[in-house]
């Protein structure tokens, strides 16, 4: 069974910068996946992706993390990251990491202005 473990969320100031882990198990290796990505979600209704490997195709970034947020991944460690810089308080919310049809449980990032 694949699981997804995301980590290092936390409380930062706006400005700061956090570095977020999926680490995932049970699986040969995530270089099988077709896709995969970060997701935020600020509100119960509204869950809206970051970042992504889409399958095919460039990197995908939603405009409002262009240029502060980086997403990589590291397929020998069965991992995938997402490094956020210059963090503001709209980027507050709980972070998802998706594989294929896998999620992860989320990290709560909170950016206080």
């Known amino acids: 069974q694949v699981q997804l473990v995301e980590s290092g969320g936390g409380l930062v100031q706006a400005g700061g910068s956090l570095r977020l882990s999926c680490l995932a198990s049970?699986?040969?290796?995530?270089?099988?996946?077709?896709?995969m990505g970060w997701y935020r979600q600020a509100s119960p209704s509204r869950r809206e992706l970051v970042a992504s490997?889409?399958?095919?195709?460039?990197?995908y970034y939603d405009d409002s993390v262009k240029g502060r947020f980086t997403i990589s991944r590291d397929n020998a460690k069965n991992s995938m990251y997402l490094q956020m810089n210059n963090l503001k308080s709209e980027d507050t919310g709980v972070y998802y990491c998706?594989?294929?049809?896998?999620w992860g449980q989320g990290t709560q990032v909170t950016v206080s202005s």
């Open positions: 998706a594989m294929g049809d896998f």
């Open positions: 049970g699986t040969g290796s995530i270089f099988s996946f077709n896709a």
């Open positions: 490997f889409p399958s095919g195709g460039r990197i």
